[in-house]
């Protein structure tokens, strides 16, 4: 399976937001449609300027796009100023899932984080997702605390 793993460009945007709304919780928070609204091209051009961000997307051999996910790396104090990796917005295609490119791409995932230093990944999934937090765990993720939300 020959695969490519790179850096988003504006182009992919309409791609990656169709991802991301294709499930039940996604297409309560994204706005999908034909002429993305301009919140998420600013948002990406954060994302594309900030040096500790990377969002990326995974690409077949026939230059299609299956899977996308971004990368943050947080620098903090604890850990004698360790470094850890943050994994959020992780899609593959509905087509494309249960094929291995998820493995692929956390495969990925870890060696970027090892190489920008960091000593810890870190994830959240939501709990109406079981599918997904068994994945996660299937690749070494275990529930060591509790993560807790508010809303603003």
């Known amino acids: 399976m020959e695969l490519k793993f790179r850096k988003a460009n504006k182009e992919d945007l309409y791609q990656i937001i169709e991802m991301l709304s294709d499930d039940k919780l996604g297409q309560l928070r994204e706005s999908f449609q034909n002429s993305l609204p301009k919140k998420y091209f600013d948002a990406f051009d954060i994302i594309n300027n900030d040096p500790h961000q990377e969002l990326i997307v995974i690409e077949n051999c026939e230059i299609e796009i299956v899977g996308t996910l971004q990368l943050s790396f947080i ?26 490119y998820g493995t692929l791409f956390f495969e990925w995932a870890i060696k970027r984080a090892k190489e920008k230093g960091a000593h810890l990944i870190q994830l959240t999934s939501d709990k109406k997702r079981p599918e997904a937090i068994h994945f996660y765990e299937k690749l070494g993720f275990t529930a060591t605390h509790e993560g807790m939300k508010l809303h603003l």
């Open 75 to 100: 620098q903090y104090l604890t850990y004698q100023g360790g470094v850890r990796a943050q994994i959020e917005a992780v899609r593959i295609k509905k087509e494309f899932r249960g094929k291995g």
